[in-house]
């Protein structure tokens, strides 16, 4: 049962989804013809075409505030999670978000510094240069003349996310315990992800420290720019950074208007982020164009540092392994390459995986490296593993979808640009470093810690083991397979007959509603009727299966 904690929230989302989740539950059961919600009548925009499910989630994620919103952004991001057409729904929440009040931010920004904002900027412009879920951005200036950029929270969302994920939390629990898909889907280490990303993207001071990184390792670098966090006017809902100056790294005309050539950006970017992957370990996870600037000396500016990816020692010889199998045409690098990053499940949906990656790489393998789409490969890789339902380790996740965004973004430069010719050269001298016997010395040494504290540990587990084999306190559990396939065929056959009360449900309400229908006459009685018969059925066989669960 739910705790009987935010109870006004859940209420609130309730009647979202119920007016929504109709939507859905008869689009999917093929019916959205007899119910015309795109008539305006529960409150929907008008419009001549019927809404797809889709579009109904969509709908329901935006009126329910950011944590949904956000959830959707993260979820258009994983379709090795959800179907294409709602990850392409899904998308559209990226543009969506209405700006707050000037006078809400300005009143959060002068209750996190303790100052009248006039004291603190000599400027501050009252129309927003972007909104999202949590915070937008204004233009200001300092008072010792230098431009920046103010990202401020908006006022409320913590609270209401926090309330947000309690109740999401308490869901996801209750679907791994009654819902088997859901343990598949580990559907309880998705929501702590998306927690954990929620929870990091709501502290600007952690996204401060993220661009201090990247500057301390670009700082060398005369290609690539990080704009300065001004700490003194930075809190949890604040962050002030430098302006940057220049234009979109998508706009290739006004790229060469500066006077630089966009082929050599885009294999400057290449660059960029090969020295974040195998160079640092540490990289930019959101290559979306609006984070992206070519600068007036002709150097990659970047902003926005939410989101973020780390890579250990192993991960990186993995990631130059697949990198350099795909390269030199190696099915079997390619393969063990993407085991041991991650994409592995059941045995036997792992052994067709592998036979449809074979497939995928034998197409590439036949052309040449230079015409190797990442971008195309990696969503293969994504439309193979939901297929499968085999989902793959938030990290790799995170680094499979930044190399196909990096280099779909840098295809917008250059339509001839391919990721695997601008970095071949990068990969081989990257692989003498990661190879070489400093690095290989490092793991060496770094194994051998581990293995001496095994050896120390030993003595004392085996003396453990033994007490409990002489008590009788060892205990063995022998799991049979055959008990568990009996209830699943049970549980599906007790499904099917719900799914038949259900849709017999539904063939009733349809014939009282042809039977109360005159031709060219329609009332709105009828489609009262019509709905309640349809609701009626609906619930009749929800109840149903609610009692058929308690049996």
Known sequence: MFRPRNIKRKAQIAKVLAKHGFGFLVEKLGLGRFVPFHWGILGHPKRKERYSAPEHLRMAFEELGPTFIKLGQILSTRPDLIPAEYVEEFSKLQDRIPPCPTESIIRVVEEELGKPIGEIFSEFEEK?????????????????????VVKVQKPGVERQIKQDLEILEELARRLAQHWEVARHWDIEGLYEEFAYILRNELDYEREGRNADTFRRNFLRDETVYIPEVFWEYTTEKVLVMEE??????????????????????????????????????????????GNF???????????????????????RVNLLQLLYGISKSDMSLVMDALHDLGVRGDIKKERLLK?????????????PVKEIKLSKIVNEIFRLTYRYRISLPSDLFLLLKTVGMAEGLLMRLDPDFRMMNAVSPYLSRSRRILL??????????????????MLMESPEKLKRLTSMLESGRLEFSVKYEGEKRLVGDLKKDINRLSLSMLTLGFMVSMA??????????FKAEHFLLMSGAIVLAFFGGLMFKIIREGA
């Open 512 to 521: 009282l509603i042809v039977s109360a229908y005159k031709p060219g006459f």
């Open 128 to 148: 927003p240069i972007a909104s999202a879920s949590i915070g937008q951005v204004h233009r200001a200036k300092l008072k010792d003349g230098r431009s920046v």
């Open 436 to 453: 070489s016997p400093k690095f290989l010395a490092r793991q060496a040494e770094r194994n051998l810690t581990v293995i001496s504290k």
């Open 244 to 289: 940057l100056q220049g234009v979109k790294l998508t706009d290739v005309e006004g790229i060469r208007s500066m006077g630089y050539d966009p082929t050599d950006i885009a294999n400057r970017g290449a660059m960029m982020y090969m020295n974040m992957f195998f160079r640092d370990g540490f990289f930019h996870g959101d290559p979306h164009p």
């Open 355 to 367: 036979r449809e990656l074979e497939v995928l790489f034998s197409y590439y393998f036949l052309r």
């Open 293 to 315: 600037f070519v600068l007036t000396n002709g150097r990659i500016g970047i902003v926005d540092f939410g989101m973020v990816g780390t890579l250990d020692d192993i991960m």
